[in-house]
């Protein structure tokens, strides 16, 4: 692989970091060099998953053994705030892909009130790019840091960025109900019995009024409105492993329908190969999205017209996190978007 792109992924051994494994294992322009975790080392890949063929891949390593000379890009699929150590420590030729929230929030304040620690360093900052990459296509490759978004504000974005940016929807009383397989909440959730069990029997909202994605929500609807957005926000926990169904309800502008705002999001991202419409006014369910890189969106009618309900659907461990993170690296490297992933 002369010309291969020379990885490590850090977190390897989490849900996302298992998914990376499984994509970037298969992608024909990367070289997984080391696999890194606090936990196991010196274990094969495929102890934690049999869908992975561990035969040409590292076993798993200290993130302090990496030798940066030998890989271009790092992975960080880690606990919030251990991204941030990691950055301080990288040469400047290698590009950081990170899946927490480390680099997601801008304000120094609200990344401090909303997740309880001090914000990366402002040059830190200044280095990273918030990356949905329907929308970061153009300026990703400038950035050394690449902040892929949450799962929940990933499903919640695509619909809604065009919207508000052609002024179609109200912005102030955005309501979204969000759902996800348990897979979202980590291992840290499968790992306690009590609470798994209560899980597999039950659904359950969660993070009422105070949900972290609610503030990265917040932050990038309203950096395209120009002024304050404060959406409403309840998301909840699913007896299934993985994928999110988030339902949005909007109140239109003048002028505007359920009709014209399917026609326009279709005409918007008809270039954007994850992105999947139903037809119009068709329901649709996590099974459209699992195991894809792919956005499920349908634009329904409500009985008033002044109305819309949007519903989209992606699966939490991919689109929401290892696939958009491939996805970021192959435009950021001057890939096709799709290599690896279709």
């Given amino acids: 692989m002369k010309d291969s792109l020379n990885i490590a992924i850090a977190g390897a051994t989490g849900y996302i970091g298992l998914e990376l494994v499984k994509i970037l294992s298969k992608h ?44 271009k890009i790092i992975f960080t699929a880690l606990p919030n705030g251990e991204a941030q150590k990691i950055a301080k420590i990288t040469p400047d030729h290698v590009k950081i892909i990170d899946l927490s929230a480390d680099f997601r929030i801008k304000s120094l304040k609200d990344y401090k009130k909303w997740y309880g620690k001090d914000h990366p360093n402002k040059k830190l900052m200044d280095q990273s790019i918030y990356s949905i990459t329907e929308f970061a296509k153009k300026k990703i490759k400038n950035y050394r840091i690449i902040s892929c978004p949450g799962c ?69 609807l309203s950096k ?86 949007i519903i989209s659907a992606i699966d939490n461990l991919i689109k929401g996190g290892s696939g958009q993170a491939v996805q970021n690296m192959n435009v950021a490297f001057n890939l096709k978007e799709e290599i690896g992933l279709i």
């Fill in 28 to 71: 024909p322009f990367v070289k997984i060099v080391f696999l890194c975790a606090n936990k196991s080392i010196g274990k094969k890949i495929n102890s934690f998953s049999k869908e992975i063929n561990s035969k040409k891949l590292p076993k798993i390593s200290n993130i302090k053994s990496i030798d940066w000379k030998k890989i």
């Fill in 152 to 220: 929940y504000p990933t499903s919640v974005q695509l619909p809604l960025i065009p919207l508000i940016k052609k002024k179609m929807i109200k912005v102030n009383n955005i309501t979204i109900d969000s759902k996800s397989g348990y897979s979202g909440a980590g291992k840290k959730i499968t790992n306690n019995k009590k609470r798994f069990n209560s899980i597999l029997n039950s659904i359950s909202a969660y993070g009422v009024g105070s949900h972290r994605h609610m503030i990265e929500i917040d932050q990038e």
């Fill in 224 to 309: 395209i409105h120009g002024s304050k957005i404060m959406v409403s926000f309840t998301p909840h926990i699913l007896p299934m492993f993985r994928g999110i169904l988030s339902t949005i309800y909007l109140d239109t502008e003048s002028g505007y329908d359920a009709k014209k705002i399917f026609n326009f999001l279709k005409k918007v991202h008809k270039n954007n190969l994850f992105i999947k419409f139903a037809k119009f006014n068709t329901p649709i369910g996590t099974i459209d999205a699992i195991n894809t890189n792919n956005c499920h969106i349908s634009v329904c009618k409500n009985r008033k017209n002044t109305k819309v309900i």
